[in-house]
């Protein structure tokens, strides 16, 4: 190679330092930089070519947590269908819908991407129910002891999996994350998640990154909990067009689906659902950015409310939709009769092992020696994947009743 070549083979190299210059350029001012990360909790030398968010990215989507949720219950039992969505799926089309929502509004992608794909770690099997099992047999066991440690919580276990849980490196504990997708984890919010009090300023709004994917996990298990209800034959469409948000859905696809097969005419309504909402979406956060005089990080942090959410109009839509989601298909007697029988299998687990903690597997022998045997058996039951619980219960219980 001549000298010449190699200088400019070397000019198309892309270094961190590049990357973290071009954010500049091109993120807006209120964007959450890589090169102004808080950092992290053990000081570590920077990548010579991925920013801070990028090397989070890649530990999240390398850990064992990760992996495990393509078991994970996101409404239907993993083992119900192909064709239903788990906490996986569940995870990747929110970092899609919150990419895209980023892009728009000119922040950290990156940044974006590595909260999305962090925000379920602290998952259970069996979904919400799983949690609640949890949740139960935790605060039970736990009555008396520290009020810090009691009960179980997905956010709160989240930290814990990227803090603490995840062995893969010898200098420290955990994925050692940047302080900002840390703190996402801890404060996100829905009707099921709880904000996590502790080392992160409860008085400071998440950064505009966290709040996107926040929506973005809104928006995405609101209409593919629909589209998987619809498939199993839980839903019917007769009685969705009675919800002013699907109706508009399917109005703006109707010219569109002449002679179109029932699956097409779903897939499609499902997407409009999707595009009407991160529309609303995007307008309403450009207006609250400019009427809350937002011009940098700082101002997001102080701003006194979320600047990432619906109009009015759109925020009462979107309730109707899960009022009749929760109705017609989360308290429907066949997903309620295998919400129970999860429940069942955790509580179970849970005081087995508890009872006799030498059931565990020997590296969470040793875990209980450090942190109890309630706290070691939760850990331990929180990351297993719906089809490990069903094995571990089978083992435990069978054959002495059947399942």
């Given at each position: 190679m001549?000298?010449?070549?190699?200088?400019?083979a070397d000019?198309?190299l892309l270094?961190r330092a590049?990357?973290?210059?071009?954010e500049g350029?091109?993120l807006?001012p209120?964007?959450?930089?890589?090169?102004?990360t808080?950092g992290?909790?053990?000081p570590?030398?920077?990548?010579p070519f991925r920013?801070a968010y990028?090397r989070?990215?890649?530990?999240?989507?390398?850990?064992?947590?990760?992996r495990?949720?393509?078991?994970?219950?996101q409404?239907?039992?993993?083992?119900?269908g192909?064709?239903?969505?788990?906490?996986?799926?569940?995870?990747?089309?929110?970092?899609q819908?919150a990419?895209?929502?980023a892009?728009a509004l000119g922040?950290?992608?990156?940044?974006?991407e590595?909260i999305s794909l962090a925000?379920?770690?602290?998952h259970?099997?069996?979904?919400?129910s799983?949690?609640?099992?949890l949740?139960e047999?935790m605060?039970?066991a736990?009555?008396?002891?520290?009020?810090?440690?009691?009960?179980f919580e997905h956010n709160s276990h989240?930290l814990?999996?990227?803090?603490i849980?995840?062995?893969r490196y010898?200098?420290?504990?955990?994925?050692n994350?940047?302080y900002?997708?840390?703190?996402?984890?801890a404060k996100?919010?829905t009707a099921y998640?709880l904000?996590?009090p502790?080392e992160?300023d409860?008085?400071?709004?998440p950064?505009?990154?966290?709040?996107?994917?926040?929506?973005?996990?809104?928006?995405?298990?609101d209409?593919?909990d629909l589209?998987?209800?619809?498939?199993?034959?839980?839903?019917?469409e007769?009685k969705l067009a009675?919800v002013?948000l699907?109706?508009?859905?399917?109005?703006?696809?109707?010219?569109?689906?002449?002679g179109?097969?029932?699956g097409?005419?779903r897939g499609?309504?499902?997407?409009a659902l999707?595009s009407l909402?991160v529309?609303d979406?995007?307008e309403?956060?450009?207006?609250n950015?400019?009427?809350l005089?937002?011009?940098?990080?700082?101002?997001?942090r102080?701003?006194g409310?979320?600047a990432?959410?619906?109009?009015?109009?759109?925020?009462?839509?979107k309730?109707?939709?899960q009022?009749?989601l929760m109705?017609n298909?989360?308290?429907d007697y066949?997903?309620?009769?295998m919400?129970?029988?999860a429940?069942?299998f955790?509580?179970r687990?849970?005081s087995?092992?508890v009872?006799?903690?030498e059931q565990?597997?020997?590296?969470?022998?040793?875990?209980?020696?450090?942190?109890?045997k309630e706290r070691a058996?939760c850990?331990?039951?929180a990351?297993?994947t719906?089809?490990?619980?069903q094995?571990e219960?089978?083992k435990?219980f069978?054959?002495?009743e059947r399942m």
């Open positions: 001549c000298p010449t070549a190699r200088i400019r000019k198309m270094r590049d990357l973290e210059r071009r350029e091109i807006a209120y964007a959450m930089k890589s090169s102004e808080a992290r909790k053990y570590e030398k920077p990548d920013t990028q989070d990215r890649d530990r999240i989507i390398h850990s064992t947590a990760f495990r949720l393509e078991y994970k219950t409404v239907f039992v993993n083992h119900e192909d064709y239903c969505r788990t906490r996986l799926t569940h995870t990747i089309e929110v970092a819908i990419q895209t929502a892009r922040v950290n992608e990156d940044l974006t590595a925000h379920d770690l602290g259970t099997p069996f979904g919400h799983g949690e609640e099992a949740r047999a605060g039970e736990m009555r008396d002891g520290d009020e810090s440690d009691r009960g989240g814990r999996v990227v803090d849980l995840e062995k010898p200098k420290f504990p955990g994925l994350l940047t900002e997708v840390r703190e996402a984890i996100h919010k998640d904000p996590v502790g992160f409860t008085e400071e709004l950064v505009l990154e966290a709040q996107v994917v926040e929506i973005a996990d809104s928006i995405a298990y209409s593919h589209d998987d209800g619809l498939e199993a034959g839980i839903l019917d007769e009675g002013s699907w109706r508009r859905a399917s109005e703006a696809v109707r010219g569109e689906l002449d179109a097969t029932v097409v005419r499609q309504t499902v997407r999707i909402q529309v979406l995007l309403e956060t450009r207006r950015i400019e009427r005089g937002i011009d940098s990080t700082r101002g997001v102080e701003a409310e979320y990432v959410r619906f109009s009015g109009e759109m925020g009462a839509e309730e109707k939709l009022s009749f109705e298909l989360y308290r066949r997903v309620t009769r919400a129970e029988k429940k069942l955790v509580k687990l849970f087995a092992l009872e006799n903690p565990l597997p020997p590296e969470h022998q040793n875990w209980a020696k450090k942190v109890g058996t850990d331990y039951i990351g297993l719906d089809r490990s619980a094995d219960y089978k435990l069978y054959p002495y």
